[in-house]
């Protein structure tokens, strides 16, 4: 089971390694192949997360796959963490690492939901408004909700702003209900 905690502090640590030998990018992207290879490879999930795995099996095999293709500060907190059976911290630990590299970077995460597809063009046009909006630069997750009817929902930070048309039916439902109920 995930630890937070846990996974904060491995991803404190190494981020301050990181920034103190500037490789945060690279890092980042080691923890992001290594992450993306346990949620999409069943069987290296299976390998790595298995409690009767020998540590010394589990190193050798994870040096085998990753030691020509990510850092070496990446390899030795990956060999750290198998070494402290902190094998399900690893994905924990690598959202950690992000979310302190945008804290850094002055850089704000946000989920751009729309009913329909947006199109490069419109995706750099709406990052552009927001960034002006907000004075941050915006990292940006687009997902596809077909239940949103039209227009898009941008959420970041603690903020939601709705300019979807179930958002603004959903308003109106509540406006007529306060209003009717007002009237009671």
Do not use: C, W
């Amino acid at each position: 089971m995930a630890n937070h905690q846990v996974a904060r502090r491995y991803a404190e640590a190494l981020f301050a390694t990181a920034l103190k030998y500037e490789v945060v990018k690279s890092v980042e992207s080691d923890l992001n192949s290594i992450v993306g290879l346990l949620e999409n490879d069943e069987q290296f999930r299976e390998f790595v997360t298995a409690p009767y795995t020998g540590r010394e099996e589990k190193i050798a095999i994870v040096e085998k796959l990753f030691s020509d293709r990510v850092t070496a500060l990446t390899m030795q907190v990956l060999r750290l963490m198998l070494v402290k059976r902190r094998e399900d911290e690893i994905t924990g630990m690598r959202d950690e690492f992000v979310t302190l590299r945008r804290e850094h970077e002055g850089v704000i995460f946000a989920t751009v939901t729309s009913a329909f597809e947006i199109d490069a063009k419109q995706k750099t046009a709406l990052l552009a408004k927001l960034e002006k909006t907000i004075g941050k630069t915006i990292e940006a997750e687009f997902k596809l909700e077909p239940q949103l009817i039209g227009g898009i929902r941008v959420a970041y930070g603690n903020y939601v702003l709705d300019g979807s048309i179930r958002g603004a039916l959903s308003n109106l439902r509540d406006k007529l209900r306060h209003d009717l109920l007002k009237q009671s």
